[in-house]
């Protein structure tokens, strides 16, 4: 029998190849929790989160570098969708400054997503549940429907980990669904970190948080694993450098040329301009020389 097949912007890709890279459910052994499935208690829950979130992070200094200021869905010539990843340590702070912008974000199904997916509603982000052991290809679907008129993101190394790895994932989304990745190095003052896989940030209240945006990312259609796994590993490079910058930025108290202020901000158009063509994004290569530039080499001594 032939495999389903779901209709994209590019090309078609199997259920089967798109379960495999999409999200994965990745375990960690060892991580305590507290499992809360009863309605009202994720409802209440995920109302006091809500409100804490607001309170706590609306005490933040938040700075912001971007490389092209047009792949903030806020800004007036943002146009077409994008992919943002970030790694999910740092989710807390997208999830203040971005809420009403027109981004559906990619959650588990696993239990402990209940009370983020809530959260997230809340705070005027979509949802889409699903990865590739638990309602894969159900997900794969409401990704290409929602991607036709909305943003996406993705914390690449979520839900359960390894840290800072990023996962095929949004890679293999990017090129089948013909829209581009754009990469957020996030960065707090000294936060204090959770005992989680993730080592999950809180930031301190009243201190710094800082974002550097990567220039959107174009991925070919029709990649074979060799591709995809060169994009993988170039689009993690780039994430963990800006994450890195990012925190030190934060800790150092400095300026950057360029940089801006950010507030939490409704986008006034990418409820219409997500749906029109946008730029195709640059080849993953220039990103990689801009943001990891080669350094020269010193002339030899025999030289």
Known sequence: MKSARIGCRQHSLSVEDAAEYAAPERHQEGIPSVKITSPLAIGASSLAAAAVIGRWMGTLDYRVDFSDPTVDPVHPDYRGAKIYVFWHEGILLPLHLRGHSNISMLLSRHWDANILERVARMMGFGTVRGSSFHGGSAALREL????????????????????????????????????????????????????????????????????????????????????????????????????????????????????????????????????????????????????????????????
């Not at 809180?202 to 948080?209: F, G, I, T």
């Not at 963990?240 to 934060?250: C, I």
Request: net charge positive; with cysteine.
């Open 144 to 303: 290409v429907s929602r991607a036709r008129s909305s943003n996406l993101t993705i914390t690449p190394d979520g839900p359960r980990g390894p840290r800072r790895r990023l996962a095929p994932g949004c890679v293999f989304l990017a090129g089948t669904l013909g829209i581009p990745i754009v990469a957020m190095g996030l960065g707090y003052d000294r936060p204090w970190r959770m005992k989680t896989w993730d080592r999950f940030a809180v930031p301190r209240p009243w201190s710094h948080a800082r974002a550097i945006i990567s220039r959107a990312i174009h991925v070919p259609p029709g990649l074979d694993r060799d591709g995809i796994e060169r994009h993988r590993v170039g689009i993690e490079r780039i994430l963990v450098r800006l994450s890195d910058d990012a925190e030190r930025w934060a800790g150092s108290g400095l300026s950057r040329g360029g940089d801006r202020a950010a507030r939490p901000e409704p986008s006034r158009v990418a409820a219409w301009a997500a749906a029109l063509p946008g730029p195709r994004g640059v080849p993953l290569e220039a990103e990689l020389e801009r943001v990891l530039p080669v350094e020269p080499r010193l002339p030899s001594a025999a030289a």
